[in-house]
């Protein structure tokens, strides 16, 4: 049977961040930053990279020429992205335009994340494996359509009701019949003429 130390480990939740910084990063202000981290307890802390000199570097919206160092970080104490900014910037001396603070697993940065190779070219691949999964019946069929007109008709009866015109009873399926009479009384004595025919002639 585990003891409650190995439940408690287990059930630990840590916070992970990526942590980049624009221009030189020395040694001292690595291992500065790393100290200063602890503070939230590090359950990991590494370097994962440098990139070239940029002129305009992502993330960085407001630096140019400079390259960015990229550090990805495991607190076992919660923090925020901002907080971090804030704390790491005051005390290392770095100005919070030269610090960005992300979660891992923000859409930006799967973003920009490398995809793998392709081998071959797409048009060879007659499974279509790039091609995002899409359900059929979302877009088109039968199904569609008949939630398409649904959808129209209730935006038509919502139309009539704010300019006060009686909507007739009927759901549009099975009493579609006594709706269309409704609508159009073809049998009513006062509407076998079209309105062309009953409008006055200007000539007269």
Request: net charge negative.
């Given at each position: 049977?585990r003891?409650?130390k190995?439940?408690?480990?287990?059930?630990k939740?840590?916070?992970?961040f990526?942590v980049?910084?624009?221009?030189d990063?020395?040694a001292?202000?690595?291992?500065a930053m790393?100290?200063l981290?602890?503070?939230?307890?590090i359950?990991?802390?590494?370097?994962?990279g440098?990139t070239p000199?940029?002129?305009l570097?992502l993330d960085f919206?407001?630096v140019?020429?400079?390259?960015?160092?990229?550090y990805e970080?495991?607190?076992?104490?919660?923090t925020?992205q901002?907080?971090?900014?804030e704390?790491l910037?005051?005390e290392?001396?770095i100005?919070?335009?030269?610090i960005?603070?992300?979660?891992?697993?923000?859409?930006?940065e799967?973003?920009?994340?490398?995809?793998?190779?392709q081998?071959?070219p797409?048009?060879m691949?007659?499974?279509y494996?790039?091609?995002?999964?899409?359900?059929?019946e979302?877009f088109?069929?039968d199904?569609y359509n008949?939630?398409?007109?649904k959808?129209?008709n209730?935006?038509l009866?919502l139309?009539r009701?704010?300019?006060?015109e009686e909507?007739?009873?009927?759901?549009?399926t099975?009493d579609?019949?006594?709706a269309?009479?409704?609508?159009?009384?073809?049998d009513a004595?006062?509407?076998t003429k079209?309105?062309?025919?009953?409008?006055?002639?200007?000539?007269k």
């Amino acid at each position: 049977m585990r003891s409650f130390k190995e439940h408690l480990a287990e059930s630990k939740k840590t916070y992970s961040f990526r942590v980049k910084v624009a221009g030189d990063v020395s040694a001292d202000q690595e291992k500065a930053m790393e100290s200063l981290l602890s503070r939230f307890e590090i359950s990991s802390f590494k370097k994962t990279g440098k990139t070239p000199i940029q002129e305009l570097p992502l993330d960085f919206p407001t630096v140019k020429n400079s390259e960015v160092s990229i550090y990805e970080v495991t607190l076992n104490y919660p923090t925020t992205q901002f907080e971090l900014v804030e704390y790491l910037s005051s005390e290392l001396g770095i100005t919070k335009q030269c610090i960005v603070v992300r979660r891992p697993d923000e859409p930006y940065e799967a973003y920009q994340e490398k995809a793998d190779k392709q081998e071959s070219p797409l048009l060879m691949d007659s499974e279509y494996k790039e091609a995002p999964a899409v359900n059929g019946e979302d877009f088109y069929g039968d199904k569609y359509n008949t939630g398409f007109v649904k959808e129209l008709n209730s935006i038509l009866k919502l139309q009539r009701r704010e300019r006060g015109e009686e909507i007739p009873e009927g759901n549009g399926t099975g009493d579609s019949a006594a709706a269309a009479k409704a609508k159009f009384n073809t049998d009513a004595t006062g509407n076998t003429k079209s309105p062309v025919m009953q409008a006055a002639d200007p000539r007269k």
